[in-house]
């Protein structure tokens, strides 16, 4: 699956945000609206995670898939009491409410592999875009973003993206060739809105049209 999305993992590269996210150039607004986004990203990723919990066929995957439910929250909670409420990050962009609706589609499908392959890419392609990052921005001491870049370059993150690709290829290869194709299509789904999440920050997207309106007293 890492081949057959190349040409994504390489534009993902090339995306202005992150580009200038490695070089430390990133305006630190795109920054805020991105982690705003990512806060309220994992609290539905979590529930993604908690169904692939429910559908786990071996006990310690059960506990592993719980395990990061319980720490996307963990995280979530701590990123949205410091950035939920800025700029336009204070609601899900059109990219982040795709996103996860996605996800938890592919939970409720119920259907162990196709979810492990769904929320694969947020897990991959974070490690190697962190792996890749280290190399070029120096002490991270010094780099305005080296916490979040220290962060997906972590052994304990490598060793859990290991994990969940093992997960993944032990399902695949249980599997008949029905099962792999509709896996194949969820991974490159979630690594296309990857892609998708990263320009919506650059550009800090918002809702077109008319402004949302209030419901309060309603």
């Known amino acids: 699956m890492w081949r057959w999305t190349g040409p994504i993992r390489a534009a993902i590269d090339e995306l202005p945000f992150v580009r ?3 070089d ?14 990512d806060a309220l990203y994992l609290g539905q990723y979590a529930r993604a995670l908690a169904g692939a919990a429910a559908l786990a066929d071996d006990p310690e995957e059960l506990v592993f898939w719980a395990e990061g439910a319980r720490d996307s929250i963990v995280v979530e909670r701590a990123l949205h ?14 990219t982040c409410r795709a ?7 592919q939970s409720a499908r119920g259907e162990y592999g196709v979810l492990a392959a769904a929320v694969l890419p947020c897990f991959w392609i ?9 190399t070029t921005a120096g002490d991270l001491a010094l780099h305005p973003y080296g916490d979040w870049i220290g962060t997906y370059a972590d052994p304990v993150f490598a060793e859990q993206t290991l994990r969940v690709r093992g997960i993944v290829d032990r399902l695949a290869g249980q599997g ?16 296309r809105y ?20 209030s419901r309060a007293g309603r």
């Open 20 to 22: 200038a996210l490695a």
């Open 24 to 37: 430390g150039t990133l305006p630190r607004e795109h920054f805020d609206y991105y982690m705003g986004q």
């Open 81 to 94: 009491a410091q950035y939920v409420d800025v700029g336009s990050g204070a609601e899900p962009s059109p």
């Open 99 to 105: 996103y996860t609706s996605f996800l938890l589609a």
């Open 126 to 134: 974070y490690q190697d875009v962190g792996a890749r990052l280290i």
């Open 176 to 191: 008949d060739e029905s099962l792999r194709g509709r896996m194949a299509a969820a991974y490159e789904q979630a690594s």
């Open 194 to 213: 990857e892609w998708m999440f990263w320009d919506a920050a650059w550009r800090m997207e918002g809702w077109p049209g008319p402004a949302r309106v």
